[in-house]
């Protein structure tokens, strides 16, 4: 009967691809929880352990460099004033080098230790239908603001076998480093001035 249990409830979690924080222990028999109303509140913190802000930018404009960060955290709302929020530790970036990031971490693009903090605000959510969202905020990366737009698309939600409701958000846009003052190696095109951003969050109901 256990077995039987444990197999249901595994089959009933929802795939949700993206970010995500670590599971609470054990798997329980209670009821799943409902579905939020309208009247009800759907905060989500996002759960680190299942999310991702991932970017990309042209080497030598030959091929591209692959990066992430591995540290932040964010919260994001589908009530009657939808909202994303996310902030961002410059220090955490990773792109399976070290030298590599190291510059990145220096005055020459990040300058981590002055601006610690990548944060993003939406300023205005529309609801668009079909899980799709247009999201308007600003972004403010190396001591400069600037606002961008982008599209999010809700990819599921449900309950989890933790007595949780988690849902689940995938977001793309892309920018120019210049734009906030990050300009080393565009002289000599060493390295892009585009970045593309990938942002997958799962978050937890709170």
């Known amino acids: ?12 979690a929802p795939l949700l ?22 009247s009800e ?8 352990a299942h999310s991702h802000v991932l970017f ?21 709302e589908f009530d009657d004033s939808p909202s994303i929020q996310i902030e961002i530790e410059t220090n955490s970036i990773d792109t399976q080098n070290a030298k590599r ?3 990145l971490k220096s005055p020459d693009f990040f300058d981590s230790e002055q601006f610690p903090k ?9 609801d668009q239908g079909e899980g799709k969202y247009k ?20 990819i599921g939600e449900g309950p989890d076998p933790w007595e949780g409701f988690r ?8 920018i120019k480093r210049s734009d906030f003052g990050m300009t080393w190696g565009l002289d000599k095109g060493s390295v892009g001035d585009e970045v593309f951003i990938e942002i997958s969050l799962e978050g937890t109901r709170n």
């Open 1 to 12: 009967m256990q077995t039987h249990t444990l197999l249901a409830a595994l089959v009933a």
């Open 17 to 38: 691809t993206g970010l995500g924080f670590a599971f609470g222990p054990g798997l329980s028999t209670a009821a799943t929880p409902a579905a939020p109303t309208k």
């Open 41 to 48: 509140a759907t905060t989500f913190d996002v759960d680190l």
């Open 56 to 76: 990309r930018t042209k080497h030598l404009g030959l091929s591209y460099a692959h990066g992430r960060f591995n540290t932040f955290a964010g919260r994001f």
């Open 101 to 103: 990031d190291g510059h």
């Open 118 to 126: 990548a944060t993003f605000k939406s300023t205005k959510v529309e």
């Open 135 to 154: 999201v308007t905020g600003d972004l403010e990366l190396h001591g400069k603001t600037k606002k961008v737009s982008f599209e999010a698309i809700k």
């Open 167 to 174: 849902t689940g958000l995938h977001a793309s846009f892309t």
